[in-house]
């Protein structure tokens, strides 16, 4: 199937080297392009789905971090992939999945993160069949204990939103979450952004 994706951002180039010399490299883009979510934001809710298989969506995700919800405390972003079964029934179908090449800064120090995986149970798409119409809804959540601005911390994300465009190729919708702090009692830092991915 042809991609209903995005352009990425135009890649970056860094001159590396010292003194006279160096090397232009390019960088890969963002995961996240705030204005390819824009326009697949605007896609309407799909009303038909597969009626069986399964396929990948790739993509990002981009939030803010604010103490107790009100003071800015960092900024993160990184990538997404989910696979999805498809089945003709109205039924929920469990999500694999997982968060990738997460960076930015939280409470002034830097954040990079291989991957935060999908919290067993915490995926699921939502199928419903209305006679020739099927639709679903995503909904992920992961999460997991790590070292962040030199203490223990639970990082949790959730993603969620309905399949969208021809044949429910593209995800696209909000980010929230939250950074708490071992024991796990003071006031958390909250999580809110938003992503997209689509599939081939």
Do not use: K, W
């Not at 326009?39 to 990002?60: N, Q, T, V, W």
């Not at 939280?106 to 939502?126: I, K, M, N, T, W």
């Not at 939103?161 to 593209?170: E, K």
């Not at 696209?172 to 006031?187: K, M, N, R, W």
């Amino acid at each position: 199937m042809p991609r209903e994706g995005f352009m990425g951002l135009a890649c970056a180039a860094v001159l590396a080297g010292c003194g006279g010399g160096g090397q232009v490299a390019d960088l890969p883009p963002p995961h996240f392009d705030r204005a390819a979510f824009g326009r697949l934001l605007d896609r309407p809710a799909a009303f038909d789905l597969p009626r069986g298989g399964s396929a990948r969506y790739e993509g990002g995700f981009a939030a803010d971090i604010r103490e107790a919800d009100i003071t800015p405390s960092g900024r993160i972003e990184g990538g997404l992939t989910l696979d999805l079964d498809f089945a003709n029934a109205s039924t929920v179908l469990p999500v694999e999945g997982r968060l990738h090449d997460i960076s930015g800064a939280f409470l002034g120090e830097a954040v990079v993160l291989d991957s935060l995986p999908l919290v067993p149970g915490q995926g699921r798409l939502a199928l419903t069949r209305d006679g020739a119409r099927r639709s679903g809804e995503v909904a992920a959540g992961f999460g997991a204990e790590l070292p962040l601005a030199g203490e223990s911390r639970r990082l949790d994300i959730t993603i969620e939103s309905p399949l969208r465009g021809r044949g429910g190729r593209v995800l696209a919708g909000e980010v929230s979450g939250t950074i708490l702090t071992a024991p796990y009692t003071d006031q958390p830092h909250v999580l809110t952004g938003q992503f997209h991915a689509t599939t081939e």
